[in-house]
């Protein structure tokens, strides 16, 4: 059996391999020990292509696997492959922004007053972070970086008004909302 690659994709593993001659199926044995092996493992695999696709993998583990090629009758065609081992570093998945709290002060204003809007929100990252305030759906300030804080002023019509923050870091967005009451 030729060689074997292993990508890790998020919490997912894309395996792959070079096709061997009068195999009709490959069984893709894969563990957390090393001693992975045909008689060895603890999750199985048939892929009737040269890849195969292994999802539900705990990002920051190692797994080992080995690749087998079978014949029509299930028997093998040959020796698996070597031991491949891979860290699920969870490299493709995309960090998203968290929104640690969104606040308004104060919550009940009169016509005219000003309010403070403010927001937390980390990125595991770093990224940069932009945020996008509205009032009842409609932008009032940005995306602009780091505007983790706005002054609105109230208007004349009384009620209570939707405020929602979007944080962006470029790909990935979280967005909150709350409410203040203009009497």
Same mark, same amino acid.
């Given at each position: 059996?030729?060689?074997? #690659?292993?990508? %890790?994709?998020? &919490?997912?593993?894309?395996?792959? @391999?070079?096709?061997? &001659? ?14 992975? &092996? ?7 695999? !048939?892929?009737? #292509?040269?890849?195969?696709? +292994? ?10 696997? !080995?690749?087998? %090629? ?14 491949? &081992?891979?860290?699920? #570093? ?5 960090? !998203?922004?968290? +929104?640690?709290? +969104? ?29 996008? @305030?509205? !009032? ?15 002054? @609105? ?27 203040? #009451?203009?009497?």
């Amino acid at each position: 059996m030729g060689s074997v #690659t292993a990508t %890790p994709s998020g &919490s997912s593993l894309i395996v792959s @391999w070079q096709p061997v &001659s009068g195999a009709t199926a490959y069984d893709v044995f894969l563990s957390e020990s090393p001693g992975v &092996s045909p008689t060895s493992y603890t999750e199985e695999v !048939v892929s009737t #292509t040269s890849s195969a696709t +292994i999802s539900g993998l705990t990002i920051g583990a190692t797994y080992y696997l !080995v690749v087998a %090629p079978t014949a029509v009758s299930g028997f093998s065609l040959g020796p698996a492959s070597d031991v491949v &081992s891979v860290e699920m #570093t969870g490299a493709s998945a995309t960090p !998203v922004p968290v +929104i640690t709290a +969104i606040s308004v002060s104060p919550q009940v204003v009169s016509s005219g007053s000003s309010v403070l809007f403010a927001a937390s929100a980390t990125d595991t990252d770093g990224d940069t972070l932009d945020y996008t @305030w509205t !009032v009842n759906g409609s932008t009032v300030a940005g995306p602009t970086a780091d505007l983790d804080q706005y002054t @609105w002023i109230a208007p004349g019509t009384t009620g209570s008004y939707t405020v929602g923050v979007t944080v962006t870091d470029g790909t990935t967005t979280a967005s909150a909302t709350t409410t203040v #009451t203009v009497d």
